[in-house]
Nanobody, 124 residues
Framework: QVRLVESGGGLVQTGGSLRLSCAVF????????MGWFRRAPGKEREVVAS????????YYADSLKGRFTISRDNAKNMVYLQMNSLKPEDTAVYYC?????????????????WGQGTQVTVSS
């Protein structure tokens, strides 16, 4: 059984930064592709970023390039999302996801394991 637990969400002002963390329990973390997704109020869940199991490749949604950075620590079974220059439109529940494999994945349907989500609210 694989369990994902997100943390680090909260309330931040426009232009601020947050770092989300996701701890993964169970399985072999170094063999998982990891992803961050978000669901804004009234919208569907969308991909934010993903990172390959070897850390060799990353993917970002076009609108987030340059502001968000995904990283992972295979020794700690952790994946992170550094979010800078936050905007009100970044307000959403952010989810961590995992999928066994090697290459980048970016679709919701590609991921088997999900966390419960952490709320990020950016005030204007």
């Amino acid at each position: 059984q694989v369990r994902l637990v997100e943390s680090g969400g909260g309330l931040v002002q426009t232009g601020g930064s947050l770092r989300l963390s996701c701890a993964v329990f169970g399985g072999t973390f170094s063999t998982y592709i990891m992803g961050w997704f978000r669901r804004a109020p009234g919208k569907e869940r969308e991909v934010v970023a993903s990172i390959s199991s070897s850390v060799a490749s990353t993917y970002y949604a076009d609108s987030l390039k340059g502001r968000f950075t995904i990283s992972r620590d295979n020794a700690k079974n952790m994946v992170y999302l550094q979010m800078n220059s936050l905007k009100p439109e970044d307000t959403a529940v952010y989810y961590c996801a995992a999928q066994a494999g090697w290459d980048i994945r970016r679709d919701i349907s590609d991921f088997d394991y999900w966390g419960q989500g952490t709320q990020v609210t950016v005030s204007s």
